[in-house]
C-alpha cells in the first residue's frame, strides 16, 4: 500500500512539472529572425556601387569610343515587382577615327568625361531577372584634336549631354546583380573652335554596356 502511494505521489509530480513546462512553452513568444544586416530588402533605400564597360559606335563621322563608367545607386522599392533606382555616373570614354580620301589623310582623336544624374525604372519579371528602362542628363568635358595631312587643330569642349536605354538585370544574390544595357546618347559640345572657325559639335552614339552592381 504505501509503495502504491510513493508511485502516485511520483506519477503526480511529474504530470505537474509537464503541465508547468507546456504552459510555459505555449505561452513564449514566436519572434521571427530580423533581416541580417545590409540585406536589400523592397522597402529599404540601399547604397549600390556599380561599374560598367562601355563600347559607343558614333553616328555618321563621330568616332568609335571606348571606356568605363562608374555610380553611385540608391534604391527606392516599395513593391517586389518595381524598383526605383537613382544615380550618379561619371565615365571615361576614348577613341579615333581616321581616313583617306582623294589622296587626303585626316583623323580625329578624341576623349570625353560625361558627369551624369539618372533615374531606371527596375521591372521584375521573376525573383532575379529584372528589366529596366532609364535615362541620364549631365554635362561632358572633353577633347578633340582634328589633324587633316601634317596639320593638327586641338579643343577642349564641353556641353550637354543626355541618354535614353534600357537592358536586363540579373540579381545574382541580395547584394550582387549583372547588367548588359543599349542607349543612345548625344553630347552638345558648342562652340568648339577648329582651324580659325566656330563649329557645334553635336556627337550622336549608340552604347552598348555590361556591367556589375555590387552593394558593401
Not at 98 to 123: H, Q
Amino acid at each position: 500500500m504505501l509503495e502504491e502511494k510513493l508511485v502516485m505521489k511520483k506519477c503526480l509530480s511529474i504530470i505537474t512539472l509537464l503541465g508547468a513546462l507546456a504552459g510555459t512553452a505555449s505561452a513564449a513568444p514566436y519572434v521571427l529572425p530580423s533581416p541580417q544586416p545590409g540585406a536589400l530588402t523592397p522597402y529599404d533605400m540601399q547604397p549600390v556601387y556599380a561599374i560598367e564597360g562601355l563600347y559607343a559606335i558614333g553616328d555618321d563621322d563621330t568616332p568609335d569610343t571606348w571606356g568605363v563608367r562608374g555610380s553611385f545607386n540608391l534604391y527606392s522599392s516599395a513593391d517586389s515587382t518595381v524598383r526605383h533606382q537613382f544615380n550618379i555616373n561619371v565615365g571615361y570614354e576614348t577613341g579615333d577615327e581616321s581616313e583617306y580620301s582623294d589622296g587626303i589623310y585626316s583623323k580625329v582623336d578624341m576623349y570625353k568625361i560625361p558627369v551624369t544624374a539618372g533615374y531606371d525604372l527596375n521591372l521584375a519579371l521573376t525573383d532575379s531577372f529584372m528589366i529596366y528602362v532609364g535615362g541620364k542628363a549631365g554635362y561632358a568635358f572633353g577633347d578633340m584634336d582634328f589633324t587633316v595631312e601634317n596639320e593638327t587643330w586641338s579643343e577642349t569642349a564641353g556641353g550637354f549631354t543626355f541618354s535614353v536605354g534600357g537592358g536586363l538585370k540579373i540579381q545574382c544574390s541580395d547584394a550582387v546583380y549583372l547588367k548588359a544595357g543599349y542607349e543612345y546618347t548625344r553630347t552638345y559640345f558648342g562652340d568648339s573652335k577648329f582651324g580659325g572657325s566656330t563649329q557645334n559639335i553635336i556627337l550622336g552614339q549608340h552604347v552598348i554596356s555590361v556591367g556589375l552592381g555590387c552593394q558593401f
